[in-house]
């Protein structure tokens, strides 16, 4: 292996370190390299050190190198917070027809078709999700409720299990897996 410490080696580094950062600002939401080490950190967190982790690996999530996603992912936000889900649906549709593989995207507008109790569409929605970022811990949960809605527990119980595999210290998709599973197998929580 050659040594980097000669001169002529060091300045050719130098000069390529310019756009070795600009790749690494422009690569967004599922595809940074980033994620791999966040998620073996999360997955071995106490209730503790997880909000943090999962706080980093939001913020991933929600990067777009596309200012105008980035402002619609943004805007559909704000809405699904202040419960016009109906407008948030809207937004983030204009945002999946704009950037198709944004897993984010399709998270958010499987969120608000689930809130509008559109739960078909919902679990459309998370199975894109899913399938551009299958350690999408927030699609695997949601995906566990409308299964629930939609009067199937044990596939349900599944989609619980996976979100916890990969976020074990999420309590509420704790609690839903064992309130399942006591109504699956006849067992006190």
Known sequence: MASISGGSSRRTLLGLLPALLATRRALADQHDPALADLFARLR?????????????????????????????????????????????YRRF?????????????????????????????????????????????????????????????EVALRAFEAALAIHPTMANVRRRADEVQARLFGRDI
Do not use: C, M
Not at 70 to 77: A, K, R
């Open 44 to 88: 071995g967190a106490d209730a503790v050190e997880a909000p943090a982790i999962e706080a980093q690996i939001r913020a991933i999530w929600y990067r777009h190198p596309d200012r105008i996603a980035t402002s619609l992912l943004d805007e559909g936000v704000v809405l699904l917070s202040d419960r016009q889900w109906s407008a948030a």
């Open 93 to 153: 549709d204009e945002l999946v027809q704009r950037a198709p593989d944004f897993a984010e995207a399709w998270n958010q507008r499987a969120t608000a078709a689930f809130l509008l109790d559109e739960l078909d569409t919902a679990v459309r929605d998370i199975q894109r999700t899913l399938a551009l970022e299958p350690r999408h811990f927030e699609a695997l949960a949601r995906l566990g409720e409308a299964l629930l809605k939609l009067g199937q527990p």
